[in-house]
């Protein structure tokens, strides 16, 4: 990943295997990583969930503590 500022990116080379995941679990995960490859930015939300944003600042995912 690489930060700038208030931009993040998560490069392509991210590390998953597909063995445990089938059917059902599999789709969860490549919408998981599809998501992460859109990232281009990041904020702290409500009780400092880091929220994980597109280019357009939309809200695509959310970690809370």
């Avoid at 995960?29 to 702290?44: C, I, K, T």
């Amino acid at each position: 990943y690489t930060i700038k500022e208030n931009s993040l990116s998560i490069g392509e080379g991210i590390a998953a295997t597909k063995m445990a995941c089938m059917g059902e679990g599999s789709k969860i995960e490549d919408s998981y990583f599809a998501a992460l490859q859109r990232v281009a930015g990041y904020r702290f939300g409500q009780e400092g969930a880091l929220v994980l944003t597109d280019k357009d600042g939309k809200d695509i995912l959310q970690f809370t503590p």
